[in-house]
């Protein structure tokens, strides 16, 4: 079908009778491209692109989303979360995880990508769902299911570049520019000639996931690496028309930012000079808290380590505020010290800091028991709002390595050098696990019948306690930071957190120690709720017994003057004020 040129320099026609399920190619100087903003890619990246009807038979009209304070965030991997590897896949597992107390899913990226298994960040297709994960209907059965259970979903998408293998979306227009160059390949042109086009498609594919497919939240992937030198740059240019959207939808909606900048500019509403987003991972936050625990110096580690580091995080966010990287070589960050606390989305493990890793261990796989729990009580009872990462509730003993199959073999190739290199100094003997292989994407699915056994129940029920803490208590579920006081005690390595909130009022001790601390308790009646070395939440046999009693609230007679901390462990205290 013949298509003529517009003025704008677009091609354009008209077809007459063209059904949902129609197949179609763009035909450029005799070669057959998919469309760049294709809704569906059956045969994969380099196939036709398929008309997708919307007609879907949504039962959500009563949903209006959720504050951003009550995220608690559950980050997942389509293809790695279950055995299928689908959306519809997780439609069962949504049940446990809302009894767990997670109220939000964020999916890993599922735009199209070359072959059946990839972490995502090489989608080429960014309005396609990945027809190996169940295409556009089961997208959007998940989005129905966890709408009609109360809870939210958050999508991530890379707006920053394209993926290597199926991307011909510059022989349609300059997608692309030399003038910047970035680790993942070309950057995308946001601020050259014909960028407007091009800003266009990318605030359209998020209205698209917004509007069409009723996703309540966007993380944009490294926003640090979408170069724009304009007068309003693009990533400003997309709040903006998404602030505009939240008054079509009637729901809550959200912007969320992976930015390596600790550039509190980010979050900073726009008539007060900032881009505008609603909050943004801070990374701070887990290099302090895991360093610490774990002790590990390599790579971007190296600044971390210090226990003052945890509680700077802990009372303001960001731990560079403006100091000298070692890593970096410059100074580096701004201070979040007057942000609100649900502008950081905390975490002790997501898929970067785990899959990053040569062989993809997980906390678990490095710390004691009683750390990991250390570790979880200060993400989810920090003033920010919590991530967790798949699997992490339970100890997951599965790896979660990096994975891709792409079908250039100079492409793999290059993959396999690269993650070789990146490793070279780290590899004692072995090799890194190769990316290209199935069994390195088998390796990394769950084994979520674990949560039903052993340490793995103590755990997962000790996340369940945790959660309901910060849910059940107001203290603890108001997030501020001017309803809070940090103490540092740098010789015992404890951290004394009181958080209140009109009569409620909560203390949380925090012993990061390899010995027992006394703590003076303020004036008043003090109630026991969490002692993550109760008898409620220990295990002696790794592979089988759960626990060897029951958590008892221990009311604290007003006349008792401290508590005593154990090793590596948290207590939390309520009180009324």
């Known amino acids: 079908v013949p298509m003529s040129l517009q003025p704008d320099g677009y091609f354009e026609a008209l077809v007459e009778g063209i059904a949902p399920g129609t197949r179609y190619f763009y035909r450029i100087d005799g070669q057959d491209y998919p469309d760049p903003a294709s809704r569906y890619q059956p045969e994969g990246v380099t196939g036709p692109s398929e008309v997708v009807a919307d007609d879907f038979a949504w039962t959500d009209s009563h949903w209006a989303g959720l504050p951003l304070e009550e995220y608690v965030f559950y980050e ?37 990508f070359s072959g059946e298994r990839n972490w995502g960040y090489d989608g080429v297709y960014t309005f396609a769902p990945q027809n190996s994960y169940g295409g556009p209907q089961g997208l959007k059965r998940l989005i129905n299911a966890c709408h009609q259970r109360g809870m939210a979903v958050v999508l991530d998408v890379v707006y920053n570049h394209f993926g290597p293998e199926g991307n011909f979306n510059t022989k349609y227009a300059d997608y692309c520019t030399e003038a910047y160059t970035s680790k993942w390949g070309a950057c995308l042109n946001f601020d050259g000639p014909y960028c407007d086009h091009v800003r266009w498609h990318f605030i359209e594919n998020a209205r698209y996931w917004l509007l069409d497919y009723h996703v309540d939240a966007l993380r944009l992937d490294a926003t640090h690496a979408i170069m724009d030198s304009s007068a309003r740059p693009f990533l400003e240019e997309l709040v903006g028309e998404v602030d505009l959207l939240r008054s079509q939808v009637h729901r809550k909606i959200y912007l969320i930012a992976e930015n390596a900048k600790n550039d509190a500019r980010i979050v900073r509403p726009q008539q007060e000079g900032g881009c505008g987003f609603d909050a ?22 190296e600044d971390y380590g210090g226990f003052s580091q945890v509680v700077k995080a802990f009372r303001e966010g960001f731990v560079f505020s403006g100091q000298y990287s070692g890593h970096l070589r410059r100074t580096f960050g701004t201070s979040s010290r007057h942000l609100p ?5 905390v975490f002790s493990q997501n898929h970067d800091h785990v899959g990053n890793r040569m062989r993809g261990e997980r906390p678990g796989h490095l710390l004691p028991f009683t750390a990991v729990k250390l570790m979880a009580a200060t993400t989810i009872l920090s003033p920010y709002i919590p991530l967790l990462f798949m699997g992490e509730e339970y100890g997951e003993t599965a790896p979660f390595l990096y994975f891709v199959s792409f079908s250039d073999d100079e492409l793999v190739k290059s993959i396999q050098d690269g993650r070789r290199k990146e490793f070279e100094g780290l590899m004692d003997g072995g090799e890194p696990p190769d990316p290209q292989a199935e069994s390195t994407f088998l390796q990394s699915k769950l084994n979520r019948e674990l949560q039903h056994r052993g340490r793995h129940r103590v755990l997962r029920d000790y996340y369940k306690h945790l959660l309901s803490l910060r849910r059940s208590v107001p203290a603890l579920r108001h997030l501020s930071k001017d309803t809070m006081d940090v103490i540092e005690e740098p010789q015992s390595q404890t951290l004394i957190a009181r958080r209140w909130y009109a009569d409620s009022d909560c203390l949380c001790v925090f012993n990061f120690s390899d010995q027992p601390v006394s703590v003076p308790l303020p004036l008043g009646a003090w109630e026991l709720v969490l002692d993550s070395e109760d008898a409620r939440w220990q295990t002696d046999d790794v592979n089988g017994n759960h626990g060897r009693g029951e958590a008892v ?21 309520t009180g009324t004020r």
């Not at 995880?97 to 735009?111: C, D, F, N, R, S």
């Not at 943004?280 to 971007?300: P, V």
């Open 280 to 301: 943004q991972w801070n990374d701070d936050f887990h290099h302090a808290l895991r360093t610490l625990l774990t002790q590990e110096r390599t790579s971007y580690y």
């Open 341 to 345: 606390s649900n502008r950081f989305v």
């Open 553 to 573: 609230l221990v009311p604290t007679p007003a006349d008792v003057a401290s508590v005593l901390v154990k090793p590596m462990s948290v207590l939390v205290l």
């Open 76 to 112: 997942l991997h389509v293809g790695a979360f279950t055995p299928e590897g689908t959306f519809e896949a997780i439609i069962p597992r949504l049940d446990e995880l809302q009894a767990l107390g997670i109220t939000a899913i964020e999916l890993m990226p599922v735009a199209q």
